[in-house]
């Protein structure tokens, strides 16, 4: 009926069926499917990394809009994460972030009054331009090391601010992440809270299971006891992998 064979009629469902397009149900027939939208940002959070750096990757031009600092008191929240007192003083950043013309993320940082920041316009430039103050602490030479990420669930409103920044149109499911920046062993230098609109962010988490600590092979005239036993005050202790 429609001038097609059938073996390129096969071929062509056999492609919808693997992007997720049409669903073929044995017994039930053929259904429209649901294709998966990429995200914005979809990097597994292991890796350490601005978001600016991710975008390049991924031909995105990010900017800023919304953009407010202040020096003000950070607040019990941020206050307890970065070990300062509510009532201390310190560099706060709100914006809304765009990517590739659309708004994916609400962000709001606030930054160790130990660290001394560019200048404002100069800070406000690069934030403007789609800099995330990971970029500014690098390029300021702060010894970043690592930061510890916690994963919120979050429900989005049109009537809300953060909801009318991202276009929400109806109520709907995003993604917050809060962090903490350190630098050195243990110096805790930024906090942020970064609430993701529906395809902002993909986040995948690697997950390994530890190592079994390996059998001994008992050798001639081993007495099954680990060298040092119990004078050397090592035996029945397990050695577990240093943490990562």
Known sequence: MLGVSRGTLRSALQRLEESGEIVRRQGSGTFVGRVAVPAAFGERLERLEP?????RRRGLTLTSVDLKLEHRAV???AGEALGLEPTAKATTVSRTLVAGGAPVAVMFDVVHPDIVLPVEDRLRAALEQGQMVLDVLIELGVPVTFARTRVIPALLTPRERAGK????RRTTAG????ELIFAGRDDRVAYSRDLFAPGGIDVMVMRSLDSPRPARIAGKGDTGVERGGANGGRAGRSRRPAAR
């Open 51 to 55: 978001y600016s750096s991710v975008a």
């Open 75 to 77: 607040g019990g929240e």
């Open 165 to 168: 920044q991202l276009g929400i």
């Open 175 to 178: 993604l917050e992440l809060e």
